[in-house]
C-alpha cells in the first residue's frame, strides 16, 4: 500500500483513512510486524475444510454489469490453506496470501480460503459503519523489505482478477509501499482501486491519468499517500505500475526515485451490510527485470 491528496463533492459514505501496512493504518503499524510466512506445520491440507462446492460469482451492481469475458472462471473446489485468524497468512510461489483483519477491534468475522496465491477467496461480514475493517490480499515482498530503485527496474507490471461483493463499502485495491513499509519518515504507500463501492480516499482529488485504455482519479495527501482510483470498474487486466510511480514523481507526489518494497492486491472491507459478503481472486503476478 503507499501513501495519498481538492476537496470534491463526496459520497454521503465517509471515506476511510490512515496507511495501512499491508493493510495496517499508521496508528497500528507499530504493534503489528510485517507479516512472516505461516509455518509449514500450519497449511497442511488435512486441517483445511474443502469446499463442498465452486463459490459463485459476486453479484455486481446492477448499475455495473459485468462482461462476461472480465469474469472470473477459475474455483477454489479444495483450498490447500484456511485460516480465520486475524493475521493468517500463507507462502505460495514467491508470494504471501494474507487475511489481514488489521483493525481487529472493528472488524467482525473473516475467513480466507486459498489453492493458490492466485486463486482465493474470502468471506467476510463486517458491521455496517465507514471504517476500513480488513484488507485480505496477496503480496509480493521485495529483497526482505529492503527493496531497491525504482529506476533500476526496466518493468513494474501486474495483472489481476477479482472481485467483490458488488454490496457494502468497499474496494478492490493493489497497494505498494515505497522506501519502506508502514509508518515512517519518507515512506510513501500508492494504492490502484480497480473496484469501487461507496468508498472515498483519503486526502483530495487532484487530477487524473489515463493508460491502458483506463482512467483514474488521482487523490493524496499529505503523508505521502496516493490513490488512482479507477472511473469504470475493472474485474481484470494489468497495470503497468512502473509508469504509474513515474507520474506520481512528476508530480512531486512521492519522492524521486523510491526504493519498491511490497507490492500487494486485495480488498479493503470497510462494510459488508451486516450480512456475509464474498471476495474471488482469481489472477495476480507481479513482472519486474
Same mark, same amino acid.
Not at 482512467?215 to 469504470?232: H, I, L, N, P, Q
Given at each position: 500500500?503507499?501513501?495519498?491528496?481538492?476537496?470534491?463533492?463526496?459520497?454521503?459514505?465517509?471515506g476511510?483513512g490512515?496507511?495501512?501496512?499491508d493493510? +495496517?493504518?499508521? %496508528?497500528? $503499524? #507499530?504493534?503489528l *510486524? &510485517?507479516?512472516? /510466512?505461516a509455518? !509449514?506445520?500450519?497449511?497442511?491440507?488435512?486441517? +483445511?475444510?474443502? %469446499?463442498? $462446492? #465452486?463459490p459463485? *460469482? &459476486?453479484?455486481? /451492481?446492477?448499475? !455495473?454489469?459485468?462482461?462476461?469475458?472480465?469474469?472470473?472462471?477459475?474455483?477454489?473446489?479444495s483450498?490447500?490453506?484456511t485460516?480465520?485468524?486475524?493475521?493468517?497468512?500463507?507462502?505460495?510461489?514467491?508470494?504471501?496470501?494474507?487475511?489481514?483483519?488489521?483493525?481487529?477491534?472493528?472488524?467482525?468475522?473473516?475467513?480466507?480460503?486459498?489453492?493458490?496465491?492466485?486463486?482465493?477467496?474470502?468471506e467476510?461480514?463486517?458491521?455496517?459503519?465507514?471504517?476500513?475493517?480488513?484488507?485480505?490480499?496477496v503480496?509480493?515482498?521485495?529483497?526482505n523489505?529492503n527493496?531497491?530503485?525504482?529506476?533500476?527496474?526496466?518493468?513494474?507490471?501486474?495483472?489481476?482478477?477479482?472481485?467483490g461483493?458488488?454490496?457494502?463499502?468497499?474496494?478492490v485495491?493493489?497497494?505498494l509501499?515505497?522506501?519502506?513499509?508502514?509508518?515512517?519518515?519518507?515512506?510513501?504507500?500508492?494504492m490502484?482501486?480497480?473496484?469501487?463501492s461507496?468508498?472515498?480516499?483519503?486526502?483530495?482529488?487532484?487530477s487524473?491519468?489515463?493508460?491502458?485504455?483506463q482512467?483514474?482519479?488521482?487523490?493524496?495527501?499529505?503523508?505521502?499517500?496516493?490513490?488512482f482510483?479507477?472511473?469504470?470498474?475493472?474485474?481484470?487486466?494489468?497495470?503497468?505500475l512502473?509508469?504509474?510511480i513515474?507520474?506520481?514523481?512528476?508530480?512531486?507526489?512521492?519522492?524521486?526515485?523510491?526504493?519498491?518494497n511490497?507490492?500487494?492486491?486485495g480488498i479493503?472491507?470497510?462494510?459488508?451490510?451486516?450480512g456475509?459478503?464474498?471476495f474471488t481472486?482469481?489472477?495476480?503476478?507481479?513482472?519486474?527485470?
Amino acid at each position: 500500500m503507499l501513501a495519498v491528496l481538492l476537496a470534491i463533492s463526496l459520497p454521503s459514505v465517509a471515506g476511510c483513512g490512515g496507511k495501512p501496512v499491508d493493510g +495496517v493504518p499508521a %496508528a497500528a $503499524s #507499530a504493534s503489528l *510486524p &510485517a507479516p512472516v /510466512p505461516a509455518p !509449514t506445520s500450519s497449511v497442511a491440507t488435512s486441517s +483445511v475444510a474443502p %469446499a463442498t $462446492s #465452486a463459490p459463485p *460469482p &459476486a453479484s455486481s /451492481p446492477a448499475s !455495473t454489469p459485468v462482461p462476461p469475458s472480465a469474469t472470473p472462471v477459475r474455483s477454489c473446489r479444495s483450498p490447500e490453506f484456511t485460516t480465520s485468524d486475524p493475521d493468517g497468512g500463507w507462502s505460495d510461489g514467491g508470494y504471501y496470501v494474507h487475511n489481514n483483519m488489521w483493525n481487529a477491534g472493528e472488524a467482525g468475522p473473516e475467513t480466507l480460503r486459498a489453492c493458490a496465491y492466485d486463486n482465493w477467496y474470502v468471506e467476510s461480514t463486517q458491521p455496517d459503519s465507514t471504517s476500513v475493517k480488513t484488507y485480505p490480499n496477496v503480496h509480493k515482498d521485495i529483497n526482505n523489505q529492503n527493496g531497491k530503485p525504482v529506476n533500476d527496474y526496466s518493468v513494474i507490471k501486474s495483472t489481476f482478477a477479482g472481485r467483490g461483493p458488488g454490496t457494502g463499502v468497499y474496494d478492490v485495491a493493489y497497494d505498494l509501499w515505497l522506501n519502506g513499509v508502514g509508518d515512517g519518515k519518507g515512506v510513501s504507500e500508492l494504492m490502484v482501486w480497480t473496484e469501487n463501492s461507496k468508498q472515498v480516499p483519503s486526502g483530495d482529488k487532484l487530477s487524473t491519468y489515463t493508460a491502458g485504455g483506463q482512467t483514474y482519479d488521482v487523490w493524496a495527501d499529505e503523508d505521502g499517500y496516493v490513490a488512482f482510483v479507477s472511473k469504470s470498474t475493472q474485474y481484470s487486466g494489468s497495470v503497468d505500475l512502473k509508469a504509474m510511480i513515474g507520474w506520481a514523481i512528476s508530480k512531486g507526489l512521492i519522492p524521486p526515485n523510491p526504493t519498491v518494497n511490497q507490492i500487494g492486491y486485495g480488498i479493503e472491507f470497510c462494510s459488508t451490510g451486516g450480512g456475509k459478503a464474498r471476495f474471488t481472486l482469481s489472477d495476480f503476478s507481479v513482472t519486474m527485470s
